[in-house]
């Protein structure tokens, strides 16, 4: 029944086998050296009742089949997970690309002779070209963050006037 049952393995591991014995050749620890018991194997011994065999082939039925069920879920789950992967490495080379394009327009607006400030909607400075800096007195690191009207030092009722003119 051993060998029977490693050779029935090698072709569907996830059998569940009961051995049905009314002696057995070899000790349970004897068996778990021949073969990976694990819990896919049962001897019953006779005698043996007709519905304890029921039961353990419905019990052993469902377990094989929430067996199947989780390795069909887990095999989504790693398709999910792999095409998920790809879609990040897709996402994180579009940035990087992006990234290398935005430095490349920002040395262009580095070597501008003109003061040249970007500001997000919070009038909060997102760009500092070295222009600004000559002009400001204040470096790139000082100026990024701030806000424009405070650090630039302008009446903030004229530069709010100015800001809704090209709003």
């Known amino acids: 029944g051993i060998e ?3 050779r029935i393995w090698e072709v ?7 051995i049905c014995t009314a ?16 819990d896919r194997l049962l001897i019953l011994k006779k005698p043996f009742d007709a519905i304890e065999v029921q039961q353990l082939a ?5 377990k094989w089949r929430l067996g199947l069920e989780s390795r069909l879920l887990l095999g989504d789950l790693d398709r999910l997970v792999q095409q998920r992967t ?3 490495q897709r996402e994180m ?7 290398e394009k935005f430095r490349d327009q920002a040395s262009l607006l580095d070597k501008a002779r003109d003061a040249i400030v970007v500001r997000d909607m919070e009038r909060r400075i997102t760009y500092w070209n070295k222009s600004a800096e000559h002009l400001y007195g204040w470096t790139a690191e000082e100026a990024v963050g701030q806000v424009s009207p405070l650090l630039l030092k302008t009446n903030p009722d004229k530069y709010q006037e100015a800001a809704d003119s090209v709003m």
Do not use: F, G, N
């Not at 002696?23 to 694990?38: P, V």
């Not at 080379?93 to 990234?99: D, G, I, K, Q, T």
């Open 12 to 18: 569907d591991p996830c059998l569940q086998i009961v």
């Open 58 to 62: 419905h019990a052993l039925t469902e």
């Open 86 to 88: 790809a879609e990040l």
């Open 23 to 38: 002696y057995s050749d070899y000790s349970w620890d004897e068996m778990q050296q021949q073969a990976d018991l694990a």
């Open 93 to 99: 080379a579009e940035r990087r690309w992006l990234e």
């Open 4 to 6: 029977t049952t490693r």
